[in-house]
């Protein structure tokens, strides 16, 4: 339990994603990788900051954007798991022709240490034909198709697309496509994709990379909202089941709609939510109606204010703190870090107290810092780095995807982190 | 001469003894030393056919050196290659020389042979340097001229240092023509027979001869075709004392026997032979070498020699099943192979035909080759003959062996008994848990004692089956009425089996109510009019073993230290010093072993020595009590025939017993107690049954239904009753126990029972474990938010995973395993692998704990 908790002092990130880089010169080129700050991360790829993965450095390539991202990963892991996959389709346990494998292996596996597992993977990965499918379109089909497995289908994750053509592509595939992504999985249509959604778009368009809010500060309303709430005196009840709650005792979960004051304990709310959605058998909610303003909310933008709030004391504080100050104070902590000045350019805030709170938080907050300085770090040796890093931790998967990508075109090497979960 | 010493060095030259003399030599040493022993151990290796097929390879090989001999003589004598005529004689006078420095007595015989052979010699050299064709020619003319003076070079070719001197005359003369050699080797061979005679065996040569493994095996191939009546011809002499040393006494005796009677058998024995060439077919080609060509010249040492090849070849025959099986099989290649034989001997018969013989090794030979493998000494009728009369004995090697050697017996039913002392140490305590309902007795049965022995004895089922076990081992002593005494380890497991069944099925009979005081009691007052005078010996025998062995821990204080430290080398430990030391660790190690506490020891102790007691005699009694001693006799006769009654079902003899025993409670007048006694046997299934607790051993008597149906019908019926009430209980307990072991850990009995009850109930309608996952996480949330001893820092696993917390698998998993799925009642455990698919097919992020400690 103690352990377990070690994992547990991170508050969800706020922003965490995949992305889909391609090189504007040889169109062919792709690269696969995760990032809790794309912008920053797409500069290391262009050479603009140090750390750019080895395969995105040659210069016959750059610049590269980024065409897509998957966002909305609730942990880094998760983040890592959704790239591995994608990068690994054919030894992925989520990909339905392994699972298919999978299921036949279960039984042995099911007993056996954890381990194994993903030894098992890669042994049926191994026999199988890699690097049939290199192109865009691959990679989009099989983005499709994990959006639509069974682990990664219950993630809130959003899909941005930068690119018009990319777009297209995707939306032919997923009219060849038998199955549909589920409903909860949004597609944000960015950059110049064609804007036909847009009602429906609210704030979700940045037109550019640099623009992804990668901070809290598209809950730092939320958060001082629940904070205040929660901080009453007064007699606080759970909206479900009415009974008494305690701040400080019980994990306390707010809307997220400005005006709306309902909380309610965590287990009420999800099962509520369960019950609502007629999935009892789930154990987490994708999203549901608040008992009281009857608004559909989303349990990941409630989850992620909770984990920051009992988790990320210190960036509440400070979050706080600088909503009290008053937005008109200048962000001038804001590049304190040198984490920061790689993503300098894409931390733009359009607000200025967005700003502050962004730095307040690279500043302040251990957590978030540690991701930021991950990137920062990186120097010239960062991708040896890595790979020592890496692969004692990816033992189980298979090395020699290394060598079969060098040949092609896309680059599916690195992720952001230096630290893998295994866990396809 | 100068130029000939240097000949001779080179020809005597390691090189050249492996090609010409190892043959004859070869095969002495193999004979000698190897053969015996391997063969008597493996057994069917000899095999004539080997020999003669071997013989062929050697002719193709010895031809082969022989040119390559010439080869480097003629390089030595390229220097003075005009003088051929003088080389020749100079070579005769340095081989005279040489020979004597070396061998004692042969000079004489060299000279002898020497004026003889040259001229053969010359005339080959004068021929051509192509060994081949001349070689037939020479050969001839020399033998036919000089059969007898040609022995003499023989012998020295056969042996290294000598072939080095003969060689070196031939190959001064020979160098063209390697022929002359041969023809002085054949001579030579019968003098090696005479030299052994005189010298010994010379064993020191044979071993380097050894070295020169592969060239001997060619040599011995040469010279085969005589050797087929010699081996007839032999009667095993020193062959039978190895043999019979051994270890194989009994196969050996009556192989000798078989020798006699059947003359024809070895050819027989060469069939079977065949069937395993590859093993030492050299040797015996070699062998054979030799006694053919004794034949013609020396009677007495062909018939040594026969001799011990003989019982080398029943020996083998009669050993391994395999080869007598495939005997029959290679009835054809035998009648060739005789055919072949009749020409050979026919040879042998007639000088002329011994030239052939020897011709064949170098140039003849190749033409045989192609029958010699086909040589087979036996007619089909004779082998049929010797077939029917061998008695044929089917069953394993083991049982064979078993059966052959009453010390082997034993010592494998000792080293099974120590082996599974655990096992009877644990049905020791049994019964005094069933009976004095021992607290954690039946706990630390499974947590302390499981071991591999436990595991290993289990069923198919998951029942014991060392009841079964027991009797195999006994099978054999009992019927030797000696045998208890002399085996205490044996009985001591068998007692603590018996007297187990034997308490179990009284509880039964006399006391409903299992109440171990009371039936043990009863059982022991009769004991003195049951036993018999040796009855009661072995049963204080037994009494006092069982009190030593099993009640090892409180007893190790009177124990000598001599017992002491063997007590301490039995459980593995190196010797200690210090008596207090010694008795301490062994009760750590009883402790450790059988894990109930000291006290419950005791009586046990004593009630088993009792009931060992009453047992012991009792199946001693029933034995020979039984008036139908045709029946006993046929049990054991049946025990002896099958070996081993098999360990799990001793089912017929077992039943026999059963049956004698009702036989004998009749017929013998002796009172109930020996009834009881008789019964132990057949009822030793039924104990456990009564007393529906929670070992193993139970569970496995269960299986024993079938002595049961044998019993008296009164006694059926209760049984049964019993079985069917017990029956469910013991297979939960085995199939439930394993998993939790926590929860029976701390509790006694009765909760024991109920625990397992209840896992009994849920078994057959197995919730899916992934939804019982799910429903271990809603009841651990509930029970905190109920308990509201939770905070936000330590949130429950669904508040984790409502949070999208990562789920770290191996902490879950152990959660689960040891509180969640408790919380349910869920006793079955999850391994990581599932509950990852679970995860997985809830969306809930998982991974493995990364094995970086990063955070």
Redesign the interface.
Known sequence: ?E???????KP?PAFYCCYLLRSTKQRTSLYIGSTPHPARRLAQHNGDSKGGARKTAKDDKRPWEMVLLVEGF??R??AL?FEWAWQNPKMS??HPANRHQLELG?GD?????????PNADTGKAKHRGRGSRRSLKAHLEDLHLFLRS??????PLKVRFFNADVYQLWTSWCDRVDSLLPDHVRIILDGDCPNDRLPCQDDLRVQRVDHIKVDYSHIHDYVEKSHFLLDDPTDLRCNVCRATIVP????VVVCPKANCYCISH??CL?SRFLDCAREP????PIDGNCPRCDQVIQ??TM?QE??LR?RGCNEVQTILRKAKKGRGRRPGAIHETSAADTGSNAVEAPSSRAAGVESSTVGVSDNFD?DCRDDASLDENWTESLDI?IE??ILDRPRAHNAGTTRVEIVIDDSDCD?V???G | MATTAEVWVLSSSPEHNPVRTPAPPAYDPEKLFGLSPIDTSITPIQSPSELFELPTHSRYFEVGKQADEPRRKEVNKTPNPSTNDESVVLAIDGEAVADKPKRRGRPKKALAKAPEELEPIVASKKKTASKKSTTGVPKKRTETTTKRTTPANRTISGRVSKAGSSQPKEAKVQDNCPSTPRASSAPKETKEALDWERDGLQLEQAMTRRLDWTPTQHKAKSIIGLDDKPGSNDSGSGFGNLLSEYGFNRTATPASDYVTSEDGGPTKRRRIELVDPGIYPAVKQSAVDVNGKDNTGYGSQQSTLAAQKKPKKRVNKFTTLTARVTAKYMSESAETSDNVDEEIEAAEESLTTKSRSTKPKKKGQRSLKSREPEFVVLSPEEAAKTLEDQELIFGTCSQLEREDSPTTIRELQAAICQSELSMVSEDNSRPYQKLGKGTSSAVSRFTGSGNLWSVASRDVDGSLMQVEVVDLVDSPDRSGSVAICEQPSKDKADTAIECNDSRGSSIQRDAPEPEAALAVSEESTPLPTQNTQTANKTAENVASQVSASRTRMPNYRGFTDARLSKQVAKYGFKPIRGRKKMIELLQKCWESQHGTSSEPNDETIQQNSSADSVTEPASSQSKPSNKTTSKSTARKTNANTKGKPQSRTATKPTAEDATVVDTSKKSTSLPSSTSLGATTRPIAGQTPRKTPTYSFADVEEIEDSEDEAILSPSRLQGQLFQHTSAIPKPSLSTSHVPSTPTRLTSKNISTQTTATSTAAETPLPLPNLSNQI?AA?RAQ?QST?AA?T??????TW????????????????T?LNTEGLSLINEDREV????V??WC?????????????K??
């Open positions: 339990m352990d377990a908790e070690v994992d547990h002092t969800i609730t942990s892991v998760a798991q346990s989520q279960a596996e099911a007993q056996g240490t954890s381990g194994t597992h069974t682990y990664f289908s219950k993630w400080s005792e019980d994990l965590l287990l999800s058998d789930q154990l987490v349990w990941s989850m909770l984990s009992s540690m890093d004692p931790d630290e979960e295994e866990l | 799910t996480i949330s938010t509201s939770h905070k936000r820092s330590t949130p669904h508040e984790k995973i409502l949070m999208y917390d990562p789920i770290p698998l191996e902490d879950f998993t959660w391994g990581a692998g599932s990852r698919r997985e097919s809830k969306g809930i992020c998982c991974c493995y704990r990364p094995r970086k990063e955070n």
